[in-house]
């Protein structure tokens, strides 16, 4: 296997989410989706008939009920029967297992979502159940606190200090402004975020992502199809042009916090070094972890990261990745970028991680 | 070291309590309203006309919004059943009792309900049945304002009349 | 564009009500490391893992790959979890099948599990939520009625639901790895049982089980292995919503179709003369007569004739359930998986006691939810 591997080209065809909102009380997973199916269908004037294949990503403990991808299919109305699969993951996993199914040549077109409520429960003890059930979830570690340890191990190493964290926290905050799905938008200088309470040393209140209920969805499209559905927006094709995820090991203390090398594995696959990368939609969800994945993806100065704000303005859990991948397609689509990198993350402290390559033509 | 020193470990407790609010949505926010008002409220898909009851927002088949409220009866029809007689943790009815599919008149789609005031030897697919709700002081907007089902005495549905819900 | 793809290892463990002799990491490696062994590959020639499991709450771990990722050697490597329900075994198999069709990868392992034991599945399934009441007791009670409209639609005898049940553990018997071993099962046996959900008796259902499950599947330049390889003729899932009008939950369109698409892939056109063996996810006894007419084995309501012919039984001409299928062993997320798996031993001529002679064309299929998702394979002894 190479990173010189012939791929098929892709095009990330249409994409929709919904507004990112601390808490949707009126309306239910069914009832949150099916605008945002609607949409990304009629971005590009197709119906659910164009469609040859239904991948969604989401999780049961977000909702504390079993099996609650079942009825989010309703948003769809699989009838009649579609081929159709899940994964427990974020919705960027989903979109690689379409993506894959679209190698084989087979089928030239499928639908992806994911959806995540963050409010309904408590995060901070629903994401401590992902850890080894045996030595470390009894213990009920949070997400913040784990993140603490590697920010607290990046400042160490020299690599970053606070106001780094808060820098990057205002830039996010900043840049959605411009985003109108975007949930915390707001100009606060660096500075004054520096006067933010420790959540968890040393992290502050501004470096933690928001708890967000969000919904998104992407069509993906191959062949003729590509061509033709962009057309009808005016538009031309946004390719994935590599695509690769890697995992690392659970244990913390295995590993160096300060560096991702599953991400670096994942660039490198996805050929991220073969061209200079204009917009980088990445999926950090903690101001630390930014940090560590431009680093880890190479990028350098002249990356314009987050335009869309980024996880620290909305993070669904579940569907965030999958935003990011959305996002850096409709950079390139809309002329803000020419070649873009999309990232997603699972697991405590960047455990493992997607690279997306995406190109529009010249 | 002792004997037990070499015993494994072979279990480890970890209790695990997660709380979490529920978001029913706008249309099955109606249909529990209708709940306390001792009606059952459904709503009909514009593309196919289908009843649903209870609605979640979505025509299954066709994935569209159900926007036309549509008020049901409180009688229908016996699908199916089963007579369940296995005890099992947070069990609030004494076994054995019928778990009946019941289609509501003017109704699309079944729904499980209790079914009570028959012996469970002579429950019959095709019965007829009504439903019976608590007292009016004690309806809220939950499916417990339904206190259960019953025979009306009626004669049974026809097998062709309910047989495509099954 | 699509690679062939072959099985060339399979793993599982001993089936259980309770494995309290292993953590989930031993559970899933136990399986693992036979599927590698019987491959004659070590941790490090695996490219890619892919892993499936019913509920996350049977466990009370969350996205479990995540803790699972070094017991599995995945480390530095894609790693991907499915759920698809009840069909996810199978799904998750087909997942890993891509990777090896698309050419992502040369070398997958595949992985599914439950250990029921570990919680309170029953629990797990019937957290209360405000719009179902509790009256479901499981997966029993949701079943049930549509096997009363089975009986009533095709007026079968209620006996063959016991000769079902007697067939499928007399199988079992045969297979080491399987949970029960009931030596003196008997019609008399299931009828004396305990009903649970009346129509259906504690011996026409299937057990709880700890277990995993795995595979190793590899490209055409690939193979390895301590057996022949089995190839992949045929994949697909199929999925229908849960709950609309007019719904057949006896006979889904979603089970026909999904069937329908295997076959053509892999030129079946008559299913019980084409295949040599079967593997059909049947929890409960009277689903053998109910999807032998959903996968097209016979005309709509002559399910139960097939069964009551002996057609189905390890000697008749088309054995269903040689391992003594989900009625013997039912570790949820991996029953599926099992399937699948059974039918590639068959075709691979590795199946001992449980070996149907000469097989070379076989069907695996699971399914999930309230039988409204589906997941099929076909695996042959030759080349596709
Ligand atoms: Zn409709």
Redesign the interface.
Known sequence: ?SPA??I?PVSVASFAQARNVRR?????E??ML?PV?AEVFGNISIT?DDVDF?CSGS???L?????S???A?????????????????DGA?AL??AW??L????IDAALVYAFG?S????LN???A??????YE??LWPDPTSLAALQAQALIDAGKATEADFAAIASRSRKSALENPNAQVAIDIAPEVLLEDPYVVTPLRRHALPPITDAVAAVVLAAGDKAIEWAGRRGRKPVWITGM????????LGARDLTVS??TA?AAEMAGVGGGPVDVAEIHAPFASQEVIVAEALGLGGDTTINPSGGPLAANGVMSAGLIRIGEAAEAIATGRARRAVAHAT???CL??NLVCVLEGEA | MTETAHEPVTT?A?P?R???????????SRFLKGLAKATFMGQRCSVCGKVYVPS??????????TTDDVELPNTGVVTTYCVVNVPFAGQSIEIPYICAQILLDGANISFMGLLQEIPTDQIRMGMRVEAVWVDEAELTPSLSSVRYFRPTGEPDAEYDTYKEYL | ??ERCAVIGVGQTHHKAKRDDI??AGLVREAAKAALEDAELTWADI?A?VIGK????F?????P??????ALG????????????GSVGG?TS??AA??I??????RVLTVAYEKQSDSDAMW??S?P?PFAAPLLAGAGGYFAPHIRAYMRRSGAPDHIGRMVAVKDRQNAMRNPYAHLHLADISMEMVEESMMLWDPLRYLEACPSSDGAAAMVLAAEDSISGRYPPAWVHGM???????M?AGRDQVN???GR??AA?VYAQAGVTDPRKDFDVAEVYVPFSWYEPMWLENLGFCDLGDGWKLTESGATAFDGDIPWNTSGGVLSSNPIGASGMLRFLEVAMQVRGQAGEHQVDGARLALGQAYG?GS??FSMWVVGSEKP
Request: net charge negative; glycine share 8%.
């Open positions: 296997m591997r012939t098929r949707d009380d009126e309306h239910n069914v009832e099916m199916v659910k239904i999780t049961d403990y909702i504390g009920g079993p099996f991808f079942v009825m299919l309703d948003a769809v109305g699989v009838w009649p029967p579609r081929s159709e699969s899940h994964v427990e993951m996993w690689y297992e894959t199914l190698q084989e040549g087979e409520r409010s309904l429960g408590d003890e629903i994401l159940l992902q850890l080894d059930p045996y979830a009894p690769d995820h890697r995992m690392e090991t659970h244990s090398p599953s594995k699972s697991g405590p455990q493992q | 480890l970890t695990i997660l709380d979490f609010d529920f978001t029913p949505g706008v249309a099955q979640r927002g979505s025509c299954p088949t066709d994935g569209v919004p | 564009m699509s953590s989930i490219d893992v019913a509920p996350d709450m466990e009370g771990n969350m996205m790959e995540i803790y699972l990722a070094p995945a480390v530095g490597k894609p790693m991907i979890r499915v759920h698809t329900a799904s087909i997942v891509h990777l069709r698309s050419g992502a990868h040369k797990a399934l957290v939520q697909a899932m199929r999925s229908e919503p849960t609309f889904p369109q979603a179709d999904c698409d939810g409204q998702f």
